[in-house]
């Protein structure tokens, strides 16, 4: 599953597109430099703003070889084939009782003869994950005039009923906050506010949830999920991508060293980060593994994220085996980078966790970093496995292609390619490498656009539509448009005690999670350029 | 009032700004050839569209010099002075009566006077104009992925209330439709759909509407309104300028050949151009100025529009002034280009048109065409007159200075410095040329930052913040994203009866207009290498 050299120099005629497909092959011993771009103060909105750097920096980026996909004739499509009326309920593969092979769809056997062709119950699967990391995106606060810029826009207890996500039957359990001490401009959300902003330092950076009873009956075990959020525009953080692989006090093993930084930050002056991202998260991992054996329940991990959220993940699985044994944990990750280097991968093989790369072969993340370096060395990992500089992917893959849907437009779209709903698109309508496009996909095709222009013309469907009305201005009773405020409710605070969903829901146990109390990181941050604990 | 050459060739410095300013003096003599870049098609949404052909086109444009403001130290204002705060309620300047006064401020001693200082009465009469011209893009639907793509979002009956300017004490009378036969491609609007779209050649250009009972007596006459619509991005038509004067076979009178083609192109064969701009305008013009003198009541005409629409207003003014003599005729625009030669401007002042112009100092187009060209030159009228390529302003000058608003930000903004909303904020704290900001200006400052980033920081008013919910889309009862059908009220049509306002306001007569009934064009096109009638 691979990708094997032979396709990346493959080259393809992109006709009627105006973007030139560059193929340079960078030797092997040679790093690659990117522009840094850093100091240009971000003027405009999120999406255009964000689409305008991603052109700017691939065009130093594009220096390597980028695959197109084929152009196909529009018109020869049979759209009528296509049964997405506006009065079809969109659903994903079929609801069934997967309770007697969960442990197959969450990757016991490393999702053998499951993938291609792909098993409609773990299609499901795949996509129900993806959209809990896609709701990390949608509830983002990414508004940096706003004082909760880089929050959660909505209150735990109504996050999945606001998101329409209440049809996946689990609860939220906690909300992640992270930081960074490395100064990562784009990776992390700033609000322009200099004072009275919720959190100077901190983001919002995905979520805890437990299985509902019902989904837990369906799904043979209680589920407890973690949804890492990425970022938006992945170009912002090729560039901050110091390439740079950190020892995290196991052995050979090295991760970059970006990554780990907000996995790892705190500091005890903030209001969010008094413990890092990896403490919350697996302070509450513990606690609720702890709480569902002592019911006697099968327990289960499964780490989501998209791109960024992606690498966090990882980070979060490898974490959780250590310190959890005997837990199935599994990774679904989406357009995912490369996180560390083949003792990493070996040590979490070793440890058993299983990890299922979703990768759509046009998107460039997941060859980041090092881009084609790597993907020439990974065949030699006997030889070049020792070298620290190398990074390398793990488990297994499932591979989409952008030029498999007849839905999607056929020139470089770099964003387009890379969007979450773009992969959750492809998942919907993957059936084998040997299919067309399942022909009875019914995912909301509309989805696609939320961030990205991918879909073609004919669907009629805006570009870029998810968007608030007047960016959350309204017309108050004196006839001036302003700034509402929160909701108490949503407005984010670091509680002592979680939101009590045992008495709303009757099923999650209340997190007694304290924001200041410390415990032992469980990895060791060894860089020497910056003070972890200041 | 005029633009000095002194004050042109003044270099300001413009510290904290990354933006340089440029000072290239063109000769007299020499053409400004402005590189085209027509052809790459536009991808994305409109704003941000907009404001990157802004950029694009303005790299070449600013071979001119551009002036920008001194930038004064923010944090030296002292905000706690402006009252803005969300608990009051915006309001224009007093509302009171001025029917003894009305000649004056309807321009008949040229607003000798009363510009500088501005006199209160006069500042809420511009803003209630410019209020019209800024509903013409608020009710635009730009989305070209819908089959109403140019059309006006709303019906007229329900237009003023939609857009909150049922204070204004106007009745909707008309909707106006325009197509040109010449290729602009940006100056109309176009759906991207082939076919059912609502018109594949027109866009809806503006409207005429007629002062209410109550307002007519405060005011001291009938009044009977047309408001034109401009363009969002003005750098789009600089290029399609062919800085071509073209008779309108009225002695030497000459002007711009692109404005005068789209007051006036028609075809039989399109269904809401089978008479032109001009013939639809002219029409009800004269039906209503009949209606009310036959009543008795004492009828003025008052043309308003930014930019483009500036121009058509002006055309429009000329027409009625040739065709309805004896009716008090004032044009009041916002930052309009130049729209004829010197013949032109001395036939409307013969005429008797009174034309305010509103100009924002830092605005580049109303430099167009011609840019410096023509400002060094207008002081020698009398030697230059002749010649055909010279345009030139007309009527008094309301001269506007981003610098003086406390509200807006320094650096260069040539989309801010030219939109609407800014020339409204302005005229709103205009005191006189020597004042500062009017520290009791009471209109929303929000408002600015609709379509532009013009607003400091510091508000917290995010930019270009006019937009839909979900651009329009909605979750259907199905769980699908669909773009809602319009309400049949809303869809455009071309009715061979106007709205019976007379039932529903009981002041304002029925049109009879028929869109197929042909008149005499008033002007002359005589262009030779297009067909006007096809």
Request: some cysteine.
């Amino acid at each position: 599953m691979q990708t094997t050299p032979s396709s990346i120099n493959q080259h393809l005629p992109v006709p009627r597109s105006s973007t030139k497909t560059r193929s340079l092959l960078i030797p092997n011993n040679q790093k690659i430099a990117v522009k840094s771009e850093h100091h240009h103060p971000a003027k405009s909105n999120g999406a255009a703003t964000a689409t305008r750097r991603l052109a700017e920096s691939l065009s130093g980026l594009l220096r390597v070889h980028i695959e197109t996909p084929l152009r196909k004739e529009l018109h020869q499509i049979d759209w009528s084939c296509l049964d997405h009326s506006d009065r079809t309920t969109p659903t994903s593969s079929p609801k069934e009782d997967i309770s007697e092979k969960w442990c197959e769809l969450h990757g016991l056997t490393d999702w053998d003869n499951l993938l291609d062709p792909l098993h409609p119950w773990l299609r499901r699967e795949i996509i129900k994950y993806g959209e809990f990391s896609q709701a990390t995106y949608d509830a983002f606060d990414f508004d940096s005039f706003s004082e909760y810029c880089g929050s959660c826009r909505y209150n735990p207890k109504r996050f999945f009923e606001k998101l329409g996500l209440g049809k996946n039957g689990y609860v939220m359990s906690k909300y992640i906050y992270a930081m960074s001490h490395i100064d990562m401009p784009r990776w992390l959300q700033r609000s322009n506010l200099v004072e009275e902003t919720w959190s100077k330092d901190s983001n919002w950076m995905g979520f805890v949830a437990v299985s509902n009873g019902e989904e837990s009956r369906r799904i043979g075990r209680r589920d407890i999920v973690v949804a890492w959020r990425g970022t938006v525009a992945p170009s912002e953080w090729y560039e901050d991508l110091q390439r740079k692989l950190e020892p995290i006090g196991d052995g050979d093993v090295r991760v970059e060293h970006g990554f780990l930084s907000i996995y790892t930050s705190k500091c005890d002056t903030t209001r969010y980060n008094k413990s890092s991202a990896s403490e919350q998260v697996m302070k509450e991992v513990r606690r609720l593994v702890s709480f569902y054996r002592e019911r006697g329940e099968e327990v289960s991990l499964t780490i989501t994220g998209h791109s960024l959220g992606g690498a966090l993940g990882l980070l979060n699985a490898y974490e959780a085996a250590s310190s959890l044994p005997g837990l199935p944990i599994s990774v679904i990750s989406f357009g995912a980078p490369r996180v560390g280097n083949v003792a990493f991968r070996e040590k979490l093989q070793q440890m058993g966790v299983k990890t299922l790369r979703v990768v759509v072969k046009q998107d460039v993340v997941p060859k980041m970093p090092g881009l084609m370096l790597n993907e020439g060395l990974e065949r030699f990992d006997d030889f070049t496995g020792p070298l620290e500089w190398v990074y390398t992917h793990v488990g297994a893959e499932l591979r989409l292609d952008v030029s498999s849907s007849p839905y999607l437009k056929r020139g470089l779209d770099l964003l387009g390619f890379h969007s979450q709903e773009t992969y959750l698109h492809l998942v919907d309508g993957f059936l084998s490498s040997a299919s067309t496009f399942r022909s009875d996909a019914r995912r909301d095709i509309a989805l696609v656009n939320k961030a990205c222009g991918l879909l073609v013309d004919e669907l009629r469907i805006p570009h870029c539509w998810y968007q608030l009305a007047n960016k959350g201005l309204v017309l108050n009773s004196y006839g001036r448009w302003v700034k509402p405020k929160r909701d108490p409710e949503d407005i984010p605070s670091p509680s002592r005690e979680a939101p009590s969903h045992q008495q709303v829901f009757g099923e999650v146990p209340t997190s007694n999670y304290e924001g200041t109390e410390g415990s032992t990181p469980f990895f060791q941050f060894s860089m020497d350029s910056i003070s972890l604990y200041i």
